[in-house]
């Protein structure tokens, strides 16, 4: 059965970095869309970004736009979410996702497969 594994969330201070992966072990989704999402407390669950399943396109939330990028490597069966100049408001759990096309929306619907998440908390 597909998993997903997200690491690399954490404590930063507001204006600071992290890296978050998403881990496939055992099954390639190469061929098929990913996507991040983040959900604060209290708050709906919100789309980060999407990459098409050979990373040929992209596309991010309004929200993290200039600051976020998505990028895969198909080869390791991995993706990574690059994040700058956080914002305390970048505070959630962060899930990485899977969908079953090559391309998929900023849209949980589109997504198939999930990860149990990882936290990440800016302060400011």
């Known amino acids: 059965q597909a998993r997903l594994v997200e690491s690399g969330g954490g404590s930063v201070q507001a204006g600071g970095s992290l890296r978050l992966s998403c881990a496939t072990p055992g099954y390639s989704f190469a061929g098929n869309c990913m996507g991040w999402f983040r959900q604060a407390p209290g708050k709906e669950r919100e789309a980060i970004a999407s990459?098409?399943?050979?990373?040929?396109?992209?596309s991010y939330g309004d929200s993290v736009k200039g600051r976020f990028t998505i990028s895969r490597d198909n080869a390791k069966s991995t993706q990574t979410l690059q994040m700058n100049s956080l914002k305390p408001e970048d505070t959630g759990m962060y899930y990485c996702?899977?969908?079953?096309?090559?391309?998929?929306?900023?849209?949980?619907?589109?997504?198939?497969?999930w990860g149990k998440g990882t936290l990440v908390t800016i302060s400011s």
């Open positions: 990459i098409s399943g050979f990373g040929s396109s992209t």
């Open positions: 996702a899977a969908g079953r096309t090559d391309w998929c929306r900023l849209d949980p619907a589109d997504y198939s497969y």
